[in-house]
């Protein structure tokens, strides 16, 4: 019997290990031809150490094609964006999970339809109200967009989190004389700490690698974001420069990569617990 518990932890070790790299070995890879020349990465081995690593790459990335500048506007984006969907979110869960009024189930029913409605869609009457507001080519037309779309997803999460906090919690505060914002921000808030945290990832990320609304409501390059930046490496004269691209890709990965290390953990709680979309 030990034996056989002994060969399942080998093979389940072996299965692990072969995910675990598959999902590492991209970035390396990645990394890898950021240090090449174009000519060798589509002539040679694109899989083998560079033959001459060139370092230029990445002082065109930052000097040349103005990648920090646009990493600042998608850091911009992306914060507001997060603080926007997150309190907002966070807020409308209280509403329908902890308070009593009409119109609250028809709300909830709304909420769970807008994760089913493709961003796609409707982006041909989103682009028309916001020219008609004078918000295209302006980053608060990016940030109001995809906070809209991300809110959905963020109220559910939020809602099964909230639903498992006894009311007497909320009794007790109201008693001691807080008030409605005191008892959300200071009291449920951080009960559902691995729920915000996952909002926190799910929103950074889609707002992070959003590329069609960039396209579409970003015109100039004043504030254009990294997924546009990256996009110009293959209209230039020559071709594409794909030494440089991964170079600024891998630039762009940096901040997810830290928000990965940082905030995991967090996201495993929130899924051991059982808590997210129940």
């Known amino acids: 019997m030990r034996i056989q518990h002994k060969w399942i932890r080998v093979v389940l070790t072996v299965i692990f290990g072969i995910c675990a790299f598959c999902s590492v070995y991209?970035?390396?890879?990645?990394?890898?031809?950021?240090?090449?020349?174009t000519s060798e990465i589509m002539t040679g081995s694109s899989f083998g150490l560079p033959s001459?690593?060139?370092?230029?790459?990445?002082?065109?990335?930052?000097?040349n094609r103005d990648i920090l500048k646009f990493f600042l506007n998608s850091v911009i984006v992306t914060g507001a964006t997060l603080v926007l969907t997150v309190v907002s979110a966070?807020?409308?869960?209280?509403a329908l999970t902890r308070m009593r009024w009409k119109g609250a189930g028809?709300?909830?029913?709304?909420v769970t339809l807008g994760i089913l409605l493709p961003s796609q869609i409707v982006i041909v009457p989103?682009?028309?109200?916001?020219?008609?507001m004078h918000l295209v080519n302006n980053p608060m037309s990016l940030i109001l967009t995809i906070s809209a779309f991300n809110i959905a997803m963020a109220t559910l999460m939020a809602c099964s989190f909230m639903k498992g906090i006894p009311m007497e919690?909320?009794?007790?505060a109201v008693m001691d004389g807080a008030g409605i914002f005191t008892i959300l921000f200071k009291i449920i808030?951080?009960?559902?700490?691995p729920a915000v945290a996952t909002m926190c990832i799910n929103t950074f990320i889609n707002s992070w690698n959003e590329f069609i609304y960039a396209l579409v409501l970003i015109n100039g390059e004043k504030y254009r974001t990294l997924p546009i930046a990256l996009m110009n490496y293959s209209s230039g004269k020559y071709g594409t420069d794909y030494g440089g691209m991964f170079a600024a890709?891998?630039?762009?990965?940096?901040?997810?990569?830290?928000?990965?290390?940082?905030?995991?953990?967090?996201?495993?709680?929130?899924?051991?617990?059982?808590?997210?979309l129940k």
Do not use: C, H
Request: zero cysteines; charged letters at 20%.
């Open 26 to 37: 991209p970035l390396f890879w990645m990394l890898l031809n950021s240090f090449k020349d």
């Open 52 to 63: 001459f690593w060139k370092f230029e790459n990445y002082t065109d990335a930052l000097f």
């Open 90 to 94: 966070t807020m409308l869960a209280y």
């Open 106 to 110: 028809k709300l909830n029913k709304v």
């Open 126 to 132: 989103i682009f028309v109200m916001l020219r008609e």
């Open 169 to 172: 919690m909320e009794e007790a």
């Open 189 to 193: 808030t951080p009960i559902i700490k």
């Open 249 to 276: 890709m891998v630039i762009t990965s940096i901040l997810p990569v830290l928000l990965f290390v940082f905030f995991s953990n967090q996201v495993e709680k929130t899924f051991s617990a059982g808590a997210i």
